[in-house]
């Protein structure tokens, strides 16, 4: 079994930046694949960023891409999500997933373990 908490979310005015966190315990992630994805009301969840097992890798939404930051730390089995320049349609609630594999998927059936969410709210 993995837990993963998602920490970090908040109020930040428009143009703002929060950087979230995904703590894992039950096993090590070193091998597998990381995700942020996020969920705003009244519409299905969607894709953020993805990053490899080694961090080689990243891929990102382009509704995100260039504003979003992905990494991790193995060694404190945590993954990380930058956010800066902000904007009020990046309100959701945003979720990490542990992948399958070692190499990250824009899908969510590619990930097999998820943590709770933490809101992110971006006031205009």
Same mark, same amino acid.
Do not use: H
């Given at each position: 079994?993995?837990?993963?908490? @998602?920490?970090?979310?908040?109020?930040?005015?428009? /143009? +703002? *930046?929060?950087?979230?966190?995904? #703590?894992?315990? %039950? =096993?090590?992630?070193?091998?597998?694949?990381?995700?942020?994805?996020?969920?705003?009301?009244?519409?299905?969840? @969607?894709?953020?960023?993805?990053?490899?097992?080694? /961090? +080689? *890798?990243?891929?990102?939404?382009? #509704?995100?891409? %260039? =504003?979003?930051?992905?990494?991790?730390?193995?060694?404190?089995?945590?993954?990380?999500?930058?956010?800066?320049?902000?904007?009020?349609?990046?309100?959701?609630?945003?979720?990490?997933?542990?992948?399958?594999?070692?190499?990250?998927?824009? =899908?969510?059936?590619?990930?097999?373990?998820?943590?709770?969410?933490?809101?992110?709210?971006?006031?205009?």
């Amino acid at each position: 079994q993995v837990q993963l908490v @998602e920490s970090g979310g908040g109020l930040v005015q428009a /143009g +703002g *930046s929060l950087r979230l966190s995904c #703590a894992a315990s %039950g =096993r090590t992630l070193s091998t597998y694949a990381m995700g942020w994805f996020r969920q705003a009301p009244g519409k299905e969840r @969607e894709f953020v960023a993805a990053i490899s097992w080694s /961090g +080689g *890798s990243t891929y990102y939404a382009d #509704a995100v891409k %260039g =504003r979003f930051t992905i990494s991790r730390d193995n060694a404190k089995n945590t993954v990380y999500l930058q956010m800066n320049s902000l904007n009020p349609e990046d309100t959701a609630v945003y979720y990490c997933a542990k992948a399958r594999r070692g190499l990250g998927s824009l =899908r969510d059936s590619a990930y097999d373990y998820w943590g709770q969410g933490t809101q992110v709210t971006v006031s205009s």
